[in-house]
C-alpha cells in the first residue's frame, strides 16, 4: 500500500497511522498527545493535523489510518497557521519560567513552539496554581506546567498497567494527579518514571540530585565515589563513533566523572556478576529445599515497589538479593574505605543510574548517597563546563569494582539477568559448563513475556522473561498458576529494560532502545568472560569477604527484606 | 468501609462492568449523600480499575460531592437576576463567614454552602435557600442577621436532601475562580 506524503509516494502497512508513517518517512510532523510507541486514542491535541485530499476540515494524523492511494500534505500555510495558534494558546496559559525550568534547554514544548514559530505572546492565559508535589524521592510533580497531553496517563495505565495518576477535575481546574490527589509518596505510583521520560514538559520530573552531587564534590571533607549501571554508557554511544565499544564508552565517563572530582569510579556491572552468583544460588536452593516458586528477579526495584505497594502477598516469591545498585553501594561501604585507610562517615557514594526508581531505592535502603539519572549527568557536565562529547580521555573503572563479565553487562536490557542467571545456574545444577556460545536466545527479544524451558543435566527449569510491568499485570495469574511450574521469572519494568528506563534521555524510542540492545549483545559476545561467576573479582570477594554464597557475610551484605507498603488505596 | 456502597456492590455481584463505574457512583451517592474515599476504592476494586481513574471519572462530574453534607445547607443563587443584584458578593461573605473549604463546607462541617445556576426566584433577588427555606432580598447584613438568629436557635430546621446540593468541589472553585 502507497500513500502521498508532500507529493511523496511513500510505503505503508495496514494499520500504521499518518503520522507513523510520515516519520519513518522523514517527515516530522508535530504531535504532543500521541506516542509513536503507545496507544493514544485521544487525539486532544490537534497538533498533529495535516491536510487530506478529499477532506475539507483539516484531520488529525495521529489517528488517521493509512489507506491505499491516500494523499496528504502536513506543512500547508493553513496547518502551520492552525499549528502556530495551538501552540499559541498553550504557551499562553503556561507559567513562564523556562529559564529555571529543570527542562530548560531539553523541553519538547519549547522546542515545539519555536519550531512552531511562537515569538511572541499573542495572548495572555489565566495560569494554574496548584502546589507542586515534592512529596516523593523519586519524581517530582509540578502541576502547573502540564498541557495536559496525557502521555504519563497513556503509558501509566496502558503501557505500565500502574494507574497511578489520572486526569482529575474538569476545565480549567483539570489536573493530572493521583487517586485522591495526595502525594505521589503515598500513591499507587511504582517510580518507575516512564511518565517522566515521555512528558514533553517539566510537569513530572526526575527529583534533581544534580547539587548534592556538586556539593559533595566541593566538601574537602568528603570522598566521593561513583558507580555506573551497564545501561549508562551503552546509552550514552548513541551520537559517538560506532567503532567505540561500551566499554571504551564507560572509561570516558569515568575519566569526565573523575574530572569534576569523583575520588573513584566503580563498574555496577561488578555487582550485577555478584547478584547472579547469589540469585542463581538461591533459586536453586528454594529449588532443592521446597522454597517459595515461582522465585521471581529483585533488581527492577520499581518491580520491587509493585509488590510492596500492589501485591505484598508476592513477597516469598521475590528473590532476596539487593538490587546490584545496593549490592555495590553496600560493598563500596564496607570495603572502600579500609582498602584506602579512610574513615567511612567521609565517604558519598554516587550512583549512575538509568532509572528513577533506584532514587526511592537508595533512600529506602542504606549505602548510596545520591543517585543521578543519565539525563541528570547532562546537567552535572553542565555544571562543571564539561563538553562529554569532546572528551576522549579514558579511566579504567577502580578497583575492587572493575571487572565485569559479558553476563553482567546484559543486565541492562530485558532477558539479560535471565540469560546470565542461566549461564551460571548451568554450572551449579549440572556442575557443568554451557556448551559452546552460552548466548541464550530464547531469553532475547522484544516481546512481552518470554517463556522456555532449558535443560540443565538431568534437570529442567522452566522460566519466563516479563518485559515491563504492563505485561506483568496481564499475565501474573498464569505465571503463578502451579499449572504453569515456573521456577524463575525475570521482571524487568520499563520496556526494554534498564535501557529503556525512566531516566533514560527524552527521545529514547523503541528504535533507540532496539540499538542499545544489539550494544549489549555485542559487548557480550566480545567479552573475554561471559560468565558471572568468572569475574575474577567475584572470586577474590568470596575468598575474601564472603566465604560461599548465600553465607551469613552475604545475607548482611547483599540480602534484603521487603515491606508491606500498600497506600491506603489499595488497603481498603 | 463504605456499607452503602459495598452494598450496593454486593447487589450486582457478577454483572458489574466499566461502563456502570457512573450509575454504580450515583447510587452510592444517593445512598451514603457523598463518595467517600472508601466508597471509590472500593468501587476501584469492583470493576478493577484503578483508583486514580474513579477518582478523576468523579471529579469531572458536577453531580458528585466528597465530603458529607453539614448539619445546614444554603444555596446561594447566581442566576443573572441575582448576579445583577451583587449574589457574589453574598456567595464571598459567605465563604470568609463560615470559613469554606474548597468542597463547600465550612471548616466545622457544619455548613454545606452551594452556588446554584438559578434557584427560580428572580422576583426576589438576591435569594439563598436556607435549608429548604428561601430569603430574598438579601444583603450581607441581612445574610448576617439571618446566620447570628440560627446560631442562637439550636433548633434550626434539618436539611433535605436536596439534589442541587450534590456538586463537585472542583466546580464551586471555578466559579469562585
Ligand atoms: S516545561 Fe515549560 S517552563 Fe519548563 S522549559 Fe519547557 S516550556 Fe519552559
Ligand atoms: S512513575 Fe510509573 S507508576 Fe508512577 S506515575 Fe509515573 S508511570 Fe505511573
Ligand atoms: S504531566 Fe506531562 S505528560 Fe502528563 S499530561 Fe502533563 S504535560 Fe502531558
Ligand atoms: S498528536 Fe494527534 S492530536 Fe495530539
Known amino acids: ?572 | 468501609m463504605a456499607a452503602g456502597a459495598d452494598a450496593i456492590i454486593a447487589e450486582r455481584e457478577g454483572e458489574l462492568t466499566r461502563e456502570q463505574m457512573i450509575p454504580l457512583l450515583q447510587e452510592i451517592q444517593a445512598a451514603e449523600g457523598f463518595l467517600s474515599a472508601e466508597a471509590m476504592i472500593t468501587v476501584a476494586d469492583a470493576l478493577e480499575t484503578p483508583v486514580s481513574r474513579v477518582y478523576g471519572v468523579a471529579t469531572f462530574y458536577n453531580q458528585f460531592r466528597f465530603a458529607p453534607v453539614g448539619e445546614h445547607v444554603i444555596e446561594v443563587c447566581r442566576g443573572t437576576a441575582c448576579h445583577v443584584k451583587q449574589s457574589l458578593a453574598l456567595a464571598q461573605h459567605l465563604e470568609r463567614r463560615l470559613h469554606l473549604r474548597d468542597d463547600g463546607n465550612s471548616a466545622d462541617g457544619r455548613y454545606t454552602v452551594v452556588r446554584v445556576a438559578c434557584l427560580g426566584a428572580c422576583s426576589i433577588a438576591p435569594v439563598i435557600k436556607l435549608d429548604g427555606a428561601f430569603y430574598g432580598h438579601l444583603t450581607t447584613e441581612k445574610l448576617d442577621a439571618l446566620l447570628d438568629e440560627l446560631e442562637a436557635d439550636g433548633d434550626a430546621a434539618k436539611p433535605d436532601a436536596f439534589p442541587s446540593a450534590a456538586r463537585a468541589p472542583e466546580e464551586q472553585r471555578d466559579e469562585a475562580a
Open chain 1, 1 to 572: 500500500m502507497k500513500i502521498s506524503i508532500n507529493g511523496k509516494k511513500v510505503e505503508a502497512k495496514q494499520g500504521e497511522t499518518v503520522l507513523q508513517v510520515a516519520k519513518r518517512s522523514g517527515v516530522d510532523v508535530p504531535h504532543l498527545c500521541s506516542l509513536d510507541w503507545a496507544p493514544s486514542p485521544a487525539a486532544s491535541c490537534r497538533l498533529c493535523v495535516v491536510e487530506a485530499d478529499g477532506s475539507s476540515r483539516l484531520l488529525t494524523s495521529c489517528t488517521l489510518e493509512a489507506a491505499d492511494g491516500l494523499a496528504v500534505q502536513t506543512h500547508t500555510p493553513r496547518v502551520l497557521k492552525a499549528r502556530r495558534a495551538i501552540m499559541e494558546l498553550l504557551v499562553a496559559s503556561h507559567p513562564q519560567d523556562c529559564l529555571s525550568c529543570v527542562r530548560g534547554g531539553h523541553c519538547e514544548l519549547s522546542t515545539l513552539a519555536a519550531d512552531l514559530g511562537v515569538r511572541k505572546a499573542r495572548y495572555v492565559g489565566a495560569v494554574k496554581h496548584h502546589p507542586v508535589d515534592i512529596s516523593s524521592p523519586a519524581l517530582w510533580r509540578d502541576p502547573d506546567k502540564c498541557v495536559l497531553c496525557g502521555r504519563c496517563v497513556t503509558v501509566c495505565h496502558d503501557v505500565q498497567g500502574v494507574g497511578a495518576i489520572d486526569f482529575t477535575g474538569r476545565g480549567f481546574k483539570t489536573r493530572v494527579a493521583p487517586g485522591f490527589s495526595p502525594g505521589l509518596n503515598v500513591s499507587e505510583c511504582v517510580f518507575c518514571g516512564q511518565c517522566a521520560r515521555v512528558c514533553p514538559t517539566g510537569a513530572i520530573v526526575e527529583r534533581d540530585q544534580v547539587d548534592d552531587v556538586v556539593a559533595a564534590l566541593a566538601d574537602p571533607d568528603a570522598v566521593v565515589v561513583a558507580q555506573v549501571a551497564p545501561a549508562v554508557p551503552a546509552t550514552l554511544m548513541e551520537g559517538h563513533s560506532k567503532s567505540e565499544g561500551v566499554r571504551v564508552m564507560l572509561e570516558r565517563l569515568a575519566a569526565a566523572l573523575k574530572r569534576v572530582g569523583f575520588d573513584a569510579v566503580f563498574d555496577t556491572g561488578f555487582a550485577a556478576d555478584l547478584t547472579i552468583v547469589e540469585e542463581a544460588s538461591e533459586l536453586l536452593d528454594r529449588v532443592r529445599n521446597g522454597g517459595v516458586l515461582p522465585m521471581f528477579t529483585s533488581c527492577s526495584p520499581a518491580w520491587v515497589n509493585y509488590v510492596e505497594t500492589h501485591r505484598p502477598d508476592l513477597i516469598p516469591h521475590l528473590s532476596t538479593c539487593k538490587s546490584p545498585q545496593q549490592m555495590a553501594g553496600a560493598l563500596i561501604r564496607e570495603i572502600y574505605p579500609k582498602r584506602t585507610d579512610l574513615d567511612g562517615r567521609r565517604l558519598v557514594v554516587v550512583s549512575v543510574m538509568p532509572c528513577t526508581a533506584k532514587k526511592f531505592e537508595a533512600q529506602d535502603l542504606d549505602g548510596v548517597d545520591h543517585v543521578l539519572t543519565t539525563r541528570e549527568l547532562d546537567h552535572l557536565w553542565g555544571r562543571f563546563g564539561v563538553d562529554f562529547g569532546t572528551c576522549t580521555e579514558q579511566a579504567p573503572p577502580d578497583p575492587p569494582f572493575a571487572e565485569t563479565t559479558g553476563a553482567g553487562r546484559l543486565f541492562a536490557g530485558s532477558g539479560g539477568v535471565m540469560e546470565a542467571a542461566v549461564r551460571t545456574a548451568h554450572l551449579l545444577v549440572a556442575g557443568s559448563e554451557l556448551e559452546g556460545d552460552p548466548k541464550v536466545a530464547e531469553a532475547r527479544g522484544r516481546e512481552g513475556v518470554r517463556r522456555f524451558t532449558v535443560t540443565a543435566g538431568e534437570a529442567e527449569l522452566n522460566l519466563a522473561v516479563v518485559n515491563g510491568l504492563g505485561r506483568l499485570t496481564e499475565t501474573l495469574d498464569e505465571l503463578l498458576d502451579p499449572q504453569t511450574s515456573l521456577h524463575f521469572v525475570e521482571v524487568m519494568s520499563c520496556p526494554g529494560g534498564c535501557v529503556g528506563g525512566g531516566g533514560q534521555p527524552y527521545d529514547t524510542d523503541v528504535q533507540a532502545v532496539k540499538e542499545r540492545l544489539e550494544r549489549l549483545y555485542e559487548v557480550d559476545r566480545r567479552s573475554r568472560t561471559r560468565r558471572a561467576h568468572e569475574n575474577a573479582g567475584v572470586q577474590a570477594l568470596y575468598e575474601d569477604l564472603l566465604g560461599r554464597p548465600l553465607s551469613e557475610a552475604s545475607h548482611r551484605l547483599l540480602h534484603r527484606t521487603y515491606t508491606d507498603r500498600r497506600p491506603h488505596s489499595v488497603q481498603v
